[in-house]
């Protein structure tokens, strides 16, 4: 159905929003980190803020909630990990490189897709896998390397948080009883779990982190986090699957200029034009799936 156009621009523009903050949103994960939080407790502290917004309505997911525990389970521990991963990664590496990486999720999720929920894989999504993993190759390969591979922790970072983030659109996908604010809440949920667990395994202190740190923190996750969330829902749920899409590459864009203007982060043409590869595969998808919703 066609929207009004009142109602299209009003999305655009949370799209638009949502973008903008999740391009910058590196900078505060990096002053956090410089104020001695480390990337897994400043996910916790940021989600125990983003939490908050949910604190009401638990209760009444409780019951989608046990339909089906080891859904529930799996969506909590990869869209966990999606969060955490994409947090070190942004703290520790290359802004926008990290954000290409991470924009590979497309990918993996049409290959899950036809994996586990048996969708076809037309040849035009083969066609975008095949260009994907060409642009992926190209921005991994470096002077003297015999095979482009990543060669260092926050590119696997960025990569795995990708694949989690694919991981849990398909287990999102597969859950048509449940609702939309369930699934939020368990994911949410989940980055303070699996963050935890991490925690006690890999034993991370807290350090001696002042109150206004952690007050910071919850701040950020209680409503910063909390409209990117919101717009992106707003958004996604009043404009065609495609056109979110391309407005939401604009984080990398921010992501980019942002750096650049914050602390010179620059990326060589070969990294661009890998990145250029990867962002026109998961457009190249997009689009394809929605041909494919509207025969």
């Known amino acids: ?53 949910f604190i009401p309505h638990f209760k009444q997911s ?12 799996t969506l909590a521990v990869f869209a966990g990990w999606t969060n955490i991963a994409f947090f070190l990664a942004v703290i520790d590496g290359e802004v926008v490189r990290v954000l290409l990486l991470f924009y590979m ?52 970072l960025a990569l795995s948080s990708g694949m989690a983030f694919a991981v849990s659109n398909v287990v999102m996908r597969s859950m048509h009883f449940v609702s939309a604010k369930t699934k939020a809440i368990v994911g949410w949920y989940g980055v303070i779990i699996v963050s935890l667990i991490l925690i006690m395994v890999l034993q991370i202190p807290f350090g001696d982190v002042a109150i206004s740190t952690i007050s910071t923190a919850f701040i950020i996750g209680a409503t910063v986090l909390v409209v990117m969330t919101l717009s992106v829902a707003y958004g996604v749920s009043r404009l065609p699957v495609q056109q979110s899409a391309v407005i939401l590459l604009f984080e990398v864009v921010v992501g980019a200029v942002s750096a650049y203007f914050i602390i010179g982060e620059t990326m060589v043409l070969r990294e661009w034009f890998g990145g250029v590869l990867i962002l026109s595969a998961g457009v190249f998808v997009t689009f394809s799936d929605r041909g494919k919703q509207g025969d």
């Open 1 to 53: 159905m066609h929207q009004p156009d009142k109602t299209s621009l009003l999305a655009s523009v949370a799209l638009l929003i949502a973008a903008t903050l999740w391009g910058v949103f590196w900078y505060p994960l990096r002053w956090l980190e410089t104020q001695g939080v480390d990337g897994v407790w400043a996910a916790v502290l940021i989600y125990c803020g983003t939490s908050v917004y």
């Open 62 to 73: 409780i019951r989608d909630i046990k339909t089906n525990i080891p859904l529930m389970l």
């Open 105 to 156: 999720s497309p990918i993996w999720a049409t290959c899950l897709a036809y994996l586990f929920l048996g969708e076809k894989l037309s040849f035009s999504n083969f066609l975008a896998l095949v260009i994907a993993v060409v642009g992926m190759l190209v921005m991994l390969w470096q002077k003297n390397m015999d095979y482009p591979w990543p060669t260092s922790s926050s590119d696997w």
